[in-house]
């Protein structure tokens, strides 16, 4: 299901519906996905015995996917007028990004913090993502 919403969300924003949006436009909306996800991460761990919180785990994978879709083509998009190092660099960071947060997950783990308060604390970084590319567009 995540592929579909994959290829769905690059689908849409290469439309012409998204294509005339701006970037920083896509970039909040990737942002409040990832945030949505985050925040439903969080309550469904902190209800973990209630059957339906795993549903809603699902929907927030979903969030998560289509946020990584939008923001990953988003960025690329973006890149263009950036210097051609630019991508390379993108995709050093994203790789360090996926290295770092396992790590953070699993340190913050060994801490004897909940799955829940975890989520709970990475989700401003969300608004983190959207400043840093409020900054980068200027």
Do not use: K
């Not at 970039?27 to 990832?34: L, N, P, Q």
């Not at 790789?95 to 004897?112: C, E, N, Q, V, Y």
Request: net charge positive.
């Amino acid at each position: 299901s995540l592929i579909l919403f994959n290829i769905l969300t690059r689908a849409l924003n290469s439309s012409s519906l998204l294509i005339r949006t701006r970037h920083m436009t896509r970039i909040g909306i990737a942002s409040g996905f990832f945030l949505l996800g985050f925040c439903l991460l969080a309550i469904c761990c902190s209800y973990s015995e209630n059957v339906i919180c795993f549903y809603f785990a699902l929907v927030a994978s979903v969030f998560f996917g289509v946020a990584s879709s939008l923001g990953e083509s988003t960025i690329l998009g973006f890149l263009r007028n950036m210097p051609c190092q630019s991508i390379g660099y993108y995709g050093s960071g994203t790789g360090l990004a996926g290295i770092s947060g396992a790590f953070l997950f699993m340190f913050m783990t060994a801490l004897g913090l909940s799955s829940s308060a975890i989520f709970t604390i990475i989700a401003p970084t969300t608004i983190v993502y959207f400043m840093t590319f409020i900054w980068l567009d200027r």
